[in-house]
């Protein structure tokens, strides 16, 4: 399992962006809060590989849209009891890094996402190391 190459983000970005009315410089600013992004769970431990990495960047992606449309996902189950406090607490620091970046509350469920996707991605790591 090879480590996620940031410089694929770009590529994500235009593929899931193709029927957005994105121009460069608003698809550059995406790619960069992204690597942003991607640093920050590096430096947290959380490590993507080149299989969830693209998958978490297409969520930020789909997530970066509803921001801007301010329509948020809201689910009728509660996802916190199934995520660690470590993966929560994470999320809510990416979901604080979104809202100072658009000036846009970021719910609690669309935090609740993110962090199911660092909790699957720490199992991930954890397999890997023998320590589940």
Same mark, same amino acid.
């Given at each position: ?8 983000? @770009? ?10 009315? =994105?121009? +460069?410089?608003?698809?550059?600013? !995406?790619? +960069? *809060?992204? @690597? /942003?992004?991607?640093?920050?769970? $590096? ?10 990495? #693209? &998958?978490? &960047?297409?969520? !930020?992606?789909? =997530? ?9 996902? /809201? !689910?009728?189950?509660? !996802?916190?009891?199934? @995520?660690? &406090?470590?993966? =929560?607490?994470?999320? $809510? +620091? ?10 846009? %509350?970021? #719910? *609690? ?19 890997? %190391?023998?320590? &589940?």
């Amino acid at each position: 399992m090879g480590k996620y190459d940031y410089d694929d983000i @770009i590529k994500v970005i235009d593929e899931r962006t193709r029927d957005w009315s =994105l121009d +460069k410089s608003e698809k550059d600013s !995406l790619n +960069k *809060k992204l @690597i /942003d992004i991607m640093n920050y769970c $590096e430096k947290e431990g959380i490590i993507f590989d080149d299989t969830a990495g #693209p &998958v978490f &960047v297409t969520h !930020l992606i789909t =997530l970066y849209g509803r921001v801007k449309q301010n329509q948020f996902v /809201d !689910l009728e189950i509660n !996802l916190t009891d199934e @995520i660690s &406090v470590e993966s =929560l607490r994470l999320a $809510e +620091k990416i979901s604080s890094y979104i809202e100072s970046q658009y000036g846009s %509350k970021i #719910p *609690k469920t669309e935090t609740a996402l993110i962090a199911t996707h660092l909790g699957a991605m720490q199992l991930r790591l954890n397999e890997e %190391k023998g320590e &589940v």
